[in-house]
């Protein structure tokens, strides 16, 4: 050991984490070649999980962070919002200015005015969520933080209630892995690490639930293509199957959940050829999957982001986890269904976000609503202020919240200022009055917990960052001292808040970690599989959840687990079902900038299903409008039969500026609120469609 680390520091190889916003939180090792540059990015080979295993893009990094396109100084808006003209500022001007702004705000619409707006271009926890430490102590409106996991994480606690589950390195030993409504080859490719474990070794199955043939669903040996927002529907008729065929677990389900007989009566109609009317599976898919899951105790069902983004996507995701609860599947090694781990690190965050500042009577408004929040919506602002000033770290909302049309009329509101801490000069950054340049990870100290697995990780800084780069840390430390923000976190360095949380939260300090690489928080077998109870009072999992407890719209949800007709549903103005999946080569719109992921990514497409291609004269390569009240796009079309008919797939979160027409895919999804805490509904668009001009034209050469 000691041999390999002097070796690795001869070649310096320094230890690093995957800060994006990705559930594999890779363990890294980092070819560093001086003080200022890096060479090659691997996956760390004794990490259990990372196993050696990164994706393409992290792989290339050095493309990101030497990028020649990187910001490096501060700017200040010199033409129109959103024309993109800007000068050089120094650092001092730069923060002058935002906190003159804060408090001019503050002191005329009162400080709610003021919103702080982030998300997780770092997870770092440090650097990702030290922003809500200035919104708490300055008593700025609070963030509903929506955009990503609010949907998954609702459907998840309602049945299971707690963020935990079985070990996912136990993939490798089940003889089942559903992968349910994620695209793990494109989105966290570890998992398909272990899933080969399981087919190599076990000659275990593979399922994948998708709309469309991904790649994940192209290696698999079963896809089902159900229409989007359908999971329910046929969670429920396999549960039906098991009932009916005898694979429910009757001994389990008495010890272990709430109201098995119920369950039983309810799914009494809801049958294979329910479901295959409401899916668009046939009876024949849907009992084949039925008997296989059924039949086999080593299932996995790995539960991905992506079907909870829909209007319904909390109950369906909740109907999905109920399946091993009828099975009994939680019981065994490499079996039961897992999401996310985040509950396992109880994490003291008080120094990070200020959390003995915070005042939860202070309005607190929906990210993934930031068009209706900038454009005056009173069902956000309430009776609160307009917002007038924002401070925004580590997302870029202009391209990646829904509505984008709506978001774009609100960021240009002349009496609306922006500060945005960016990396590169994002659509978002383009609307700003003053752009800050942001380190990048390996520029910066942070701690990193992992959704998709079990480590506690710190990421070391590695290099110094180019210009005059500082990290989201010092950006609030400059504002904390201009504002008059007074907090202990405020003083400390990035490092001496990582060992601190560390500490305070039970864990071993800074330097312990590092030199032991990682932490494995898995907690124990037993309790990973619920054999101690789930995460509600009585320890039982919930067929009947109390959505009423998990969110203020829950009016209409089914109390069991059903088909809850409450989607953008397609009608005869808007015949198709649009899904906007993650592309593979970029991270939402990280890496749209480098060279290798955009080749690889080519352009933006709409995937078309050939029949409906011939129905409305469509060719390949030829031009697609396709709309809605919100807004329009036009794209090349690519026939694809991998999904229904009257389903169109637009993968990547693409620049607006890579459209004809300068705005992206999110102008036709909608920010209205999932069920029943909110959460964006990406997936669930209906959409009409068209022929361009030129296309015709192509058609009749
Ligand atoms: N390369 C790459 N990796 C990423 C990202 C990226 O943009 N690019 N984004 C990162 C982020 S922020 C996240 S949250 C994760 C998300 O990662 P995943 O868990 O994989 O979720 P998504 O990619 O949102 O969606 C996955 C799949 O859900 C499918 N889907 C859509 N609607 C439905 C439905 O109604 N039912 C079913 N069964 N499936 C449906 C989509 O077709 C898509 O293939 O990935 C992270 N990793
Ligand atoms: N159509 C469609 N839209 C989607 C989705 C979808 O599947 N389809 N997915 C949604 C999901 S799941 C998510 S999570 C959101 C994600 O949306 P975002 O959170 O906006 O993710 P990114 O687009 O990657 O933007 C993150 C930004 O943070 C910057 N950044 C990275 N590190 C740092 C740092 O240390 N400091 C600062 N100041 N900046 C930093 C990066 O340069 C980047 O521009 O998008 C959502 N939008
Ligand atoms: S798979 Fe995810 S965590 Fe791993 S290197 Fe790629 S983006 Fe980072
Ligand atoms: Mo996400």
């Given at each position: 050991m000691q041999n390999r680390t002097m070796q690795a520091e001869a070649r310096a190889v320094r230890a690093s984490v995957c800060?994006?916003?990705?559930?594999?939180t890779c363990a890294l090792e980092v070819e560093v070649l001086d003080g200022a540059r890096i060479g090659a990015v691997r996956g760390a080979e004794t990490n259990s999980y990372t196993a050696g295993v990164i994706c393409a893009k992290v792989a290339r990094y050095a493309e990101r962070i030497h990028h020649?396109?990187?910001?490096?100084r501060a700017l200040l808006r010199t033409g129109p919002k959103g024309a993109g003209q800007f000068r050089e500022i120094g650092w001092d001007e730069a923060l002058d200015r935002i906190a003159e702004q804060f408090l001019a705000v503050s002191a005329r619409h009162g400080s709610a005015a003021v919103w702080p707006y982030y998300y997780a271009g770092t997870m770092g926890l440090v650097q990702r969520d030290g922003i809500n430490r200035l919104r708490h102590v300055m008593r700025y409106s609070r963030q509903h933080t929506t955009i990503c996991t609010t949907l998954c994480e609702t459907g998840w606690i309602a049945g299971a209630g707690r963020y935990t589950g079985p070990d996912p390195r136990e993939m490798a030993k089940s003889d089942l892995i559903v992968i349910w409504g994620g695209n793990p080859v494109a989105t966290q490719v570890n998992v398909m690490t272990h899933v080969s474990r399981a087919r190599k070794e076990r000659g275990a199955k593979l399922v994948v639930v998708d709309p469309y043939r991904t790649g994940t669903a192209a290696v698999a040996d079963i896809h089902l293509a159900p229409r989007p927002a359908t999971d329910a529907a046929l969670a429920c008729a396999v549960m039906h199957v098991a009932f009916r065929d005898g694979y429910a677990d009757r001994d389990y389900m008495a010890r272990y959940t709430d109201c098995p007989a119920q369950l039983e009566a309810h799914l009494a109609t809801r049958t294979p050829a329910w479901a295959s009317a409401i899916t668009g599976l046939t009876v024949a898919e849907i009992e084949a999957f039925a008997k296989l899951y059924g039949t086999t105790a080593r299932s996995y069902i790995r539960v991905g982001y992506g079907f909870g983004r829909v209007r319904n996507g909390a109950i369906n995701l909740h109907a999905v986890t109920c399946l091993p609860g009828v099975t009994g599947?939680?019981?065994?090694?490499?079996?039961g269904a897992f999401w996310n781990?985040?509950?396992?690190?109880?994490?003291?965050k008080t120094l990070i976000e200020g959390l003995d500042a915070r005042d939860r009577s202070i309005r607190e408004m929906d990210m993934s609503r930031i068009g209706a929040v900038l454009t005056g919506d009173r069902s956000e602002l309430g009776d609160g202020p307009q917002v007038h000033a924002m401070l925004i770290q580590n997302t870029n909302p202009a391209t990646v919240a829904p509505d984008s049309n709506k978001v774009r009329r609100g960021f240009l509101r002349e009496d609306l200022f922006v500060a945005v801490h960016e990396q590169f000069m994002t659509e978002t950054a383009k609307l700003a009055d003053i752009v800050l340049p942001a380190t990048m990870f390996m520029e910066h100290d942070d701690l990193y917990q992992a959704g998709g697995h079990s480590h506690i990780q710190i990421g070391p800084k590695l290099i110094e960052p180019p210009g005059a780069c500082r990290s989201n840390h010092e950006v609030l430390q400059g504002l904390a001292t201009r504002l008059g923000a007074r907090h202990r976190g405020f003083e400390m360095s990035a490092m001496e808040l990582v060992d601190a949380t560390l500490q305070a939260s039970g864990w071993p300090g800074a330097a312990e970690v590092m030199a032991r690489r990682w932490i494995d928080a898995q907690p124990s077998f037993a309790d990973s599989h619920f054999l101690?109870?789930?995460?509600?009072a009585g320890g039982k999992f919930r067929f009947a959840p109390d959505w009423a407890a998990l969110g203020p719209n829950h009016a209409g949800m089914p109390s069991l687990p059903d088909h809850a007709a409450v989607i953008d549903a397609a009608t005869e103005d808007r015949p198709f079902r649009l899904i906007a999946p993650p592309a593979r080569q970029f991270l939402n719109t990280s890496f749209t900038e480098t060279p290798t992921s955009r080749r690889r990514e080519q352009r933006p497409v709409a995937r078309i299903h050939p029949d409906d291609a011939a129905r409305h004269g469509l060719v390949e390569g030829g031009r697609v409008r396709l709309g809605n009240a919100r807004g329009e796009v036009v794209l090349p079309v690519v026939l694809f039969d991998g999904m229904q008919p009257g389903v169109v797939v637009v993968e990547g979160i693409w620049p607006g500026s890579d459209f004809e027409g300068g705005m992206g895919i999110n102008v036709l999804t909608s920010d209205e609120p999932g069920l029943p805490n909110g959460g964006a509904v990406f997936h669930d668009t209906a959409v009409w469609l068209r022929a361009e001009a030129a296309n015709l034209a192509l058609a009749a050469e």
């Open positions: 800060p994006h916003d990705c559930p594999s020649p396109d990187r910001l490096t599947a939680w019981q065994h090694e490499g079996g781990n985040r509950g396992i690190y109880h994490w003291d101690n109870g789930f995460g509600h």
